[in-house]
């Protein structure tokens, strides 16, 4: 298959602790691929050091972009440049702009996209106008993609909670990702929303051809979604394989 991310050997320490210890983990096109394990195990700290939070210590992150022949290693970018890159993530706690519409929040999103400079926003010239007009319109269809269109002047801190969720995704998607990386997106959801967003994510990797990596804790979630799953604990990987079991690599757990 199709790699879209390559991680070799990672390890990032924090002072003397070792939060990810020689971590291997791939992503191939066309894939919903599921990092486990418990709380604590290095899951979001992995996620933090692929898209540029923080410096790895050591291994590679290397990216298999659509416009490139070959694998581009992305460690120490800032996340902007990675986002640029075509790597977008959500976050474990909601990161939305409460007090902007729907619409803007999503509308940010478009930014890293849009080539007007400070100088064209201040003089609105005509080609500024006309991007400013294509975010606007690319930004409503990812809000109906998203089923969100019916709160595109709603304020996103009156959004259900389901929806806010899905927001933070839309917000991710404008940014014309090849990979989205979901960090817990069912937390807090009800059975209803966790279903819906199983739906969603399915079509996001079906009808926009974009991968997926989540971490994610629901297990019915993962088992439904995924087809691999990556199990790390301590921040080693101590497992990989199918849903149904095939080809998993397992290791006793270490205290």
């Known amino acids: 298959m199709e790699p879209v991310l390559k991680v070799q050997n990672l390890g990032m320490n924090f002072g003397g602790l070792r939060a990810l210890d020689d971590l291997d983990l791939d992503v191939c096109k066309d894939e919903i691929v599921a990092l486990i394990g418990p709380n604590g195990a290095g899951k979001t700290t992995f996620f933090n050091c692929i898209t540029g939070i923080y410096p790895p210590t050591d291994g590679d992150v290397f990216i298999f972009a659509r416009d490139r022949d070959m694998p581009e290693r992305i460690n120490g970018l800032k996340p902007n440049k990675v986002t640029e890159k075509g790597l977008a993530r959500t976050f474990q706690n909601i990161r939305l702009f409460p007090s902007m519409t729907v619409l803007e929040n999503v509308m940010i999103g478009r930014h890293c996209r849009m080539h ?8 609105k010239g005509r080609s500024t106008v ?126």
């Open 116 to 123: 007007a400079g400070v100088l064209g926003a201040v003089l």
């Open 130 to 255: 006309m991007e400013e007009k294509k975010a606007v319109e690319d930004s409503y269809t990812i809000l109906e993609k998203m089923g969100l269109a019916q709160f595109v002047d709603e304020f996103a801190k009156n959004l259900p909670y389901g929806a806010q969720r899905r927001l933070e995704i839309a917000r991710a998607m404008a940014t014309e990702p090849f990979l989205l990386l979901l960090d817990e997106p069912a937390a807090g959801m009800n059975p209803n929303e966790t279903q819906e967003l199983d739906e969603l994510i399915k079509q996001i990797r079906d009808k926009e051809g974009i991968s997926i990596l989540l971490i994610e804790h629901d297990m019915k979630l993962v088992m439904s979604l995924s087809d691999r799953i990556f199990v790390v604990d301590y921040g080693k990987k101590i497992a990989q394989g199918t849903p149904e079991g095939k080809k998993s690599r397992r290791a006793p757990r270490k205290r």
